[in-house]
């Protein structure tokens, strides 16, 4: 791998414009990354998934050379209908598209960052690598007090243009105090066996509220990472949802660190998977200073001989007084196949907190199910039903009506 | 209320820390080849525990001390150690009582063992370990009318080979982790129970553990066998001198529980947990595993932890038979400088195994606690249950408290439920003790006593009551 990496790495930059200490750095990372590898199940946090097997298995070969010079066209058929949205476009990797249309052009910011810097504290080689490859990290800046009028739209697709391909994207965004931001990242794949990499870093000021839902619903055989690093100031909310149905494989990763008071952070999550999908929701909160909240519920549905893993970290610091920290995640599991693993971890220094959690996983309740058919429904109906109701749950958690809606229809969830 | 002031007054120190001073037959420092085959010579043993020995050393040699663990200590010098240690008196075994040496009599007589026939406690056979050897064994007529062999390991080798020879090591084996390796090859003394088919044990069996010498480490292992339909109750209690130095306690426990047999094994550990600066303490890292090897068989730990300067154990079951039953019950108090990893782990193998988990711990002063814990259902594990509770209480905001808990399901018709939380004594139930007029102390007392219930209730009776009064005396100071 290590001559494909520098080869595929050599005629990246030649295509790139870039500054001399620039082409420096991305060595740097790249020379980690030819050290460390990809993260195999040696590791604590990747002891359920182990990616370095799941790549060999399913890719092979990997390619990590991307030609970011020739344009693609962007097919608006994939557009959310019904919803007004702001845009952005990723086609394989590469951005396409930025639009605001909808709002104020003086309050957003669009800052093209060509100079590489790594804001993540996280040193993992998944990180390295993609400071390594990514041609351009975006910062995209929302101004002191505005909330945007409609919600943003990441589209993340590909198609069969790439196969066997490592896709790096980067994207930092800042949201000043009492601002807001919706931002809905859409996954449509049409593409095979490619690894795609994303950092998300959020900035959250004062005030500042961001929802993110994560929506990976169409059937694609691509392995997904994504990291989002969230910091927060006073008084500000996050709240993340993510849907992990769509790929083969998948890992989401959240670091939020509750920074300033009276901060909080809540993060839901549906697995929806099947046949042989193996997905990973890894979260950790740090509670580090006074009077921070945190919330998390995780649900899994799991049929066939899927895999879905949940490592939910929350850890408060010893200044950390009167946090208030809730975690809880379950599963029906539908086939003797499936398997569901869980690690809640809690991690604690402080006395004055009220923190739990809790972890369920089981087969569908027989009595219900006697219960519904005893009302008329037939074993399908009565399994759906259940099946809806138990993620309907988590849907109801998601605090933008139209983003609710969007995302129930998305999933056919019936009320 | 005075009365328990006295006695608080009185054990406010870690009052087993005196030490014995009694002339000592040593192997020589350090670890190899020759240190085995002295302990070997010295045990009088067959060839075949030498060889036994032998592998689990040569294992030894490539294996990595693990160092995942929460709380971290200084490296172990493993050549610096006495892997022997005995009383001279001891080197030819004495017949009976009258011929043991005064002064360990004395020891077991101020730890409130009293090895004499006409002082023994009731209804428990005790078998008391000195350092590396076994020193006596109460009741061994009586048990023996029933069938049941009660006696120390070193003594089973010799008379019950067949038995030994078919259980030692397959439940941990010899090539298991670092210190159950190191153990399997330099172990020196402990308890061999075997309850024959069909017998209800009619006391408590029970071992009492005593480092004495300096600059050892006490590598015991007990070995207890329940043949088919026999339950036995099996209790554990160890402490120490207090010195500055740290020392380790490598212990390996194996059950065996054959079909329709029950092993209740409950552990009150109070070795000497070090001063309050975090200075000397033992190193408790001791490895406990039950087989439920037959159908319909059942094996209960219970642990009450309050010594060690750093406790690092998993007492786990293994339910290979269907029908099988494990549960695990824990009280974990750490104070000043204390430090403790512990918990469980729940392998379900067989159909329709279950499994119970309740874990209190509490922690105060500048100590840390973690629970960990695996349950794994298998796929072939179908229509088993599991439920765990964890619970942890913190006092003061220099200590921690963490729950790592490893969930794998994999059998969709079984089912896993998991809680865990995390918080003080509340104000309010504080508020209500002491406006009914107890002191702030004595409010604490009785909270944790009620928080730790669950799990003193599963103590035999003798053992519930000084579990009790421990858990008061180890929070001593930790109050304001």
Same mark, same amino acid.
């Given at each position: 791998m290590k001559e494909q990496l520098q080869k595929d790495f050599d005629n990246t930059i030649r295509n790139l414009t870039l500054s001399q200490k620039d082409i420096e750095i991305k060595k740097f990372y790249l020379d980690n990354f030819i050290n460390k590898g990809f993260p195999n199940r040696r590791e604590e946090d990747w002891k359920f998934y182990d990616l370095n097997q799941i790549i060999n298995r399913n890719i092979g070969e990997l390619s990590f050379y991307s030609d970011y010079a020739s344009t693609n066209k962007v097919d608006t058929s994939v557009f959310v209908d019904g919803l007004e949205h702001n845009k952005i476009v990723f086609i394989n990797g590469r951005i396409e598209k930025i639009d605001f249309d909808y709002e104020k052009k003086d309050q957003i910011e669009i800052i093209d960052q060509s100079e590489t810097?790594?804001?993540?504290?996280?040193?993992?080689?998944?990180?390295?690598?993609?400071?390594?490859?990514?041609?351009?990290?975006?910062?995209?800046?929302?101004?002191?007090?505005?909330?945007?009028?409609?919600?943003?739209?990441?589209?993340?697709?590909?198609?069969?243009?790439?196969?066997?391909?490592?896709?790096?994207?980067?994207?930092?965004?800042?949201?000043?105090?009492?601002?807001?931001?919706?931002?809905?990242?859409?996954?449509?794949?049409?593409?095979?066996?490619?690894?795609?990499?994303?950092?998300?870093?959020?900035?959250?000021?004062?005030?500042?509220?961001?929802?993110?839902?994560?929506?990976?619903?169409?059937?694609?055989?691509?392995?997904?990472?994504?990291?989002?690093?969230?910091?927060?100031?006073?008084?500000?909310?996050?709240?993340?949802?993510?849907?992990?149905?769509?790929?083969?494989?998948?890992?989401?990763?959240?670091?939020?660190?509750?920074?300033?008071?009276?901060?909080?952070?809540?993060?839901?999550?549906?697995?929806?998977?099947?046949?042989?999908?193996?997905?990973?929701?890894?979260?950790?909160?740090?509670?580090?200073?006074?009077?921070?909240?945190?919330?998390?519920?995780?649900?899994?549905?799991?049929?066939?001989?899927?895999?879905?893993?949940?490592?939910?970290?929350?850890?408060?610091?010893?200044?950390?007084?009167?946090?208030?920290?809730?975690?809880?995640?379950k599963a029906i599991l539908l086939n003797k196949d499936s398997e569901f693993n869980a690690k809640p971890e809690l991690e604690i220094y402080a006395d004055d907190v009220k923190c739990s959690h809790g972890s369920a996983s089981g087969s569908l309740n027989e009595d219900s199910i006697f219960y519904l058919r005893s009302r008329g429904l037939n074993y399908q109906q009565s399994r759906e039903l259940l099946i809806n109701g138990f993620l309907l749950d988590v849907v109801e958690k998601i605090t933008d009506p139209e983003v609710k809606n969007l995302i129930k229809n998305m999933i056919g969830i019936k009320e | 209320m005075d009365n328990r002031q006295k006695e608080i007054d009185n054990l406010k120190d870690y009052k087993y820390g005196f030490t014995t001073d009694i002339e000592n037959t040593r192997a020589p420092k350090g670890l190899n080849e020759d240190v085995i085959k002295f302990i070997s010579n010295i045990k009088k043993e067959p060839q075949w525990m030498l060889d036994f020995r032998l592998k689990a050393y040569e294992r030894f040699k490539q294996l990595k001390e693990p160092d995942w663990q929460k709380p971290k200590y200084p490296k172990i010098d493993y050549q610096d150690l006495y892997y022997y240690s005995a009383p001279k008196s001891m080197r030819d075994k004495p017949k009976n009582l009258e011929d043991l040496d005064p002064k360990l009599l004395e020891t077991y007589k101020k730890l409130g063992i009293p090895l004499q026939e006409q002082k023994r406690l009731n209804g428990i056979a005790v078998d008391a370990v000195f350092d590396s050897v076994s020193v006596a064994t109460t009741f061994r007529d009586e048990l023996t009318k029933q069938g049941i062999i009660f006696c120390p390991i070193s003594e089973a080798i010799q008379n019950h080979p067949d038995l030994v020879k078919k259980y030692l090591g397959s439940v941990i084996p010899v090539t298991d982790h670092f210190f159950a390796t190191l153990n399997s090859a330099v172990f020196t003394d402990g308890s061999f129970a075997y309850i024959p088919e069909g017998v209800r044990c009619p006391m408590e069996l029970s071992t009492y553990f005593r480092i004495n010498a300096s600059n050892t480490g006490q590598f015991e292992r007990t070995l207890i066998v329940a043949d088919k339909g026999s339950y036995v109750s099996y209790l554990e209690g160890c402490t120490a001198p207090m010195r500055d130095e740290n020392q380790l306690h490598a212990a390996n426990v194996e059950l065996v529980a054959l079909d329709d047999a029950e092993i209740k094994y409950s552990t009150v550990q109070n070795w000497y947990p070090g001063d309050k600066d975090g200075k000397g303490g033992i190193y408790n890292f001791v490895t406990k595993r039950g087989l439920c090897k037959g159908k319909n068989s059942k094996i209960s730990w219970t642990q009450v932890e309050t010594g060690s300067a750093i406790t690092w154990k998993?007492?786990?079951?293994?339910?290979?038979?269907?029908?099988?039953?494990?549960?695990?019950?824990?009280?974990?108090?750490?104070?000043?400088?204390? $430090?403790?990893?512990?918990? !469980?782990?729940?392998?379900?193998?067989? #159909? @329709?195994?279950? *499994?119970? =988990?309740?874990?209190?711990?509490?922690?105060?002063?500048?100590?840390?606690?973690?629970?960990?814990?695996?349950?794994?259902?298998?796929?072939?594990?179908?229509?088993?249950?599991?439920?765990?509770?964890?619970?942890?209480?913190?006092?003061?905001? $220099?200590?921690?408290?963490? !729950?790592?808990?490893?969930?794998?399901? #994999? @059998?969709?018709? *079984?089912? =896993?439920?998991?809680?865990?939380?995390?918080?003080?004594?509340?104000?309010?139930?504080?508020?209500?003790?002491?406006?009914?007029?107890?002191?702030?102390?004595?409010?604490?007392?009785?909270?944790?006593?009620?928080?730790?219930?669950?799990?003193?209730?599963?103590?035999?009776?003798?053992?519930?009551?000084?579990?009790? #009064?421990?858990?008061?005396?180890?929070?001593?100071?930790?109050?304001?």
């Amino acid at each position: 791998m290590k001559e494909q990496l520098q080869k595929d790495f050599d005629n990246t930059i030649r295509n790139l414009t870039l500054s001399q200490k620039d082409i420096e750095i991305k060595k740097f990372y790249l020379d980690n990354f030819i050290n460390k590898g990809f993260p195999n199940r040696r590791e604590e946090d990747w002891k359920f998934y182990d990616l370095n097997q799941i790549i060999n298995r399913n890719i092979g070969e990997l390619s990590f050379y991307s030609d970011y010079a020739s344009t693609n066209k962007v097919d608006t058929s994939v557009f959310v209908d019904g919803l007004e949205h702001n845009k952005i476009v990723f086609i394989n990797g590469r951005i396409e598209k930025i639009d605001f249309d909808y709002e104020k052009k003086d309050q957003i910011e669009i800052i093209d960052q060509s100079e590489t810097i790594n804001k993540f504290n996280n040193n993992s080689s998944l990180s390295d690598l993609n400071s390594a490859f990514t041609n351009k990290s975006f910062r995209i800046v929302v101004k002191e007090g505005y909330q945007l009028k409609k919600p943003l739209i990441i589209y993340h697709t590909t198609n069969s243009k790439i196969w066997s391909k490592n896709i790096n994207l980067r994207l930092n965004f800042e949201l000043y105090e009492n601002s807001s931001l919706r931002l809905i990242d859409l996954f449509r794949d049409t593409s095979e066996k490619n690894f795609i990499n994303i950092f998300y870093n959020f900035d959250l000021k004062e005030n500042s509220v961001l929802k993110n839902y994560k929506v990976d619903k169409f059937e694609n055989k691509n392995i997904k990472y994504s990291f989002n690093n969230i910091e927060q100031d006073n008084n500000s909310i996050s709240e993340t949802f993510i849907l992990s149905s769509g790929s083969n494989f998948c890992k989401n990763e959240i670091n939020c660190n509750l920074n300033g008071e009276y901060s909080s952070a809540f993060v839901n999550g549906i697995f929806s998977i099947n046949n042989n999908k193996h997905h990973e929701i890894r979260t950790i909160i740090n509670h580090l200073t006074e009077n921070t909240k945190s919330y998390q519920l995780i649900k899994s549905v799991l049929e066939d001989s899927s895999r879905s893993v949940y490592q939910g970290k929350i850890f408060v610091d010893s200044k950390a007084q009167k946090t208030d920290g809730y975690q809880l995640s379950k599963a029906i599991l539908l086939n003797k196949d499936s398997e569901f693993n869980a690690k809640p971890e809690l991690e604690i220094y402080a006395d004055d907190v009220k923190c739990s959690h809790g972890s369920a996983s089981g087969s569908l309740n027989e009595d219900s199910i006697f219960y519904l058919r005893s009302r008329g429904l037939n074993y399908q109906q009565s399994r759906e039903l259940l099946i809806n109701g138990f993620l309907l749950d988590v849907v109801e958690k998601i605090t933008d009506p139209e983003v609710k809606n969007l995302i129930k229809n998305m999933i056919g969830i019936k009320e | 209320m005075d009365n328990r002031q006295k006695e608080i007054d009185n054990l406010k120190d870690y009052k087993y820390g005196f030490t014995t001073d009694i002339e000592n037959t040593r192997a020589p420092k350090g670890l190899n080849e020759d240190v085995i085959k002295f302990i070997s010579n010295i045990k009088k043993e067959p060839q075949w525990m030498l060889d036994f020995r032998l592998k689990a050393y040569e294992r030894f040699k490539q294996l990595k001390e693990p160092d995942w663990q929460k709380p971290k200590y200084p490296k172990i010098d493993y050549q610096d150690l006495y892997y022997y240690s005995a009383p001279k008196s001891m080197r030819d075994k004495p017949k009976n009582l009258e011929d043991l040496d005064p002064k360990l009599l004395e020891t077991y007589k101020k730890l409130g063992i009293p090895l004499q026939e006409q002082k023994r406690l009731n209804g428990i056979a005790v078998d008391a370990v000195f350092d590396s050897v076994s020193v006596a064994t109460t009741f061994r007529d009586e048990l023996t009318k029933q069938g049941i062999i009660f006696c120390p390991i070193s003594e089973a080798i010799q008379n019950h080979p067949d038995l030994v020879k078919k259980y030692l090591g397959s439940v941990i084996p010899v090539t298991d982790h670092f210190f159950a390796t190191l153990n399997s090859a330099v172990f020196t003394d402990g308890s061999f129970a075997y309850i024959p088919e069909g017998v209800r044990c009619p006391m408590e069996l029970s071992t009492y553990f005593r480092i004495n010498a300096s600059n050892t480490g006490q590598f015991e292992r007990t070995l207890i066998v329940a043949d088919k339909g026999s339950y036995v109750s099996y209790l554990e209690g160890c402490t120490a001198p207090m010195r500055d130095e740290n020392q380790l306690h490598a212990a390996n426990v194996e059950l065996v529980a054959l079909d329709d047999a029950e092993i209740k094994y409950s552990t009150v550990q109070n070795w000497y947990p070090g001063d309050k600066d975090g200075k000397g303490g033992i190193y408790n890292f001791v490895t406990k595993r039950g087989l439920c090897k037959g159908k319909n068989s059942k094996i209960s730990w219970t642990q009450v932890e309050t010594g060690s300067a750093i406790t690092w154990k998993y007492p786990s079951c293994i339910l290979k038979g269907d029908n099988s039953v494990g549960e695990f019950y824990s009280i974990a108090i750490t104070n000043n400088h204390q $430090k403790a990893d512990t918990g !469980t782990k729940m392998i379900h193998l067989g #159909k @329709n195994t279950k *499994s119970k =988990i309740i874990s209190k711990g509490i922690s105060a002063g500048h100590s840390d606690m973690t629970y960990r814990g695996l349950v794994d259902i298998s796929p072939k594990a179908t229509n088993s249950n599991n439920y765990t509770q964890c619970d942890s209480l913190l006092m003061g905001n $220099k200590c921690g408290a963490h !729950t790592v808990p490893y969930i794998k399901n #994999k @059998n969709s018709e *079984s089912n =896993i439920a998991h809680e865990a939380t995390t918080s003080k004594i509340s104000e309010e139930q504080l508020h209500y003790c002491q406006q009914r007029g107890l002191s702030a102390e004595e409010a604490v007392g009785l909270i944790v006593n009620g928080f730790c219930k669950e799990v003193l209730q599963q103590l035999p009776m003798e053992f519930a009551v000084e579990a009790q #009064k421990l858990v008061g005396i180890s929070l001593e100071g930790s109050v304001g």
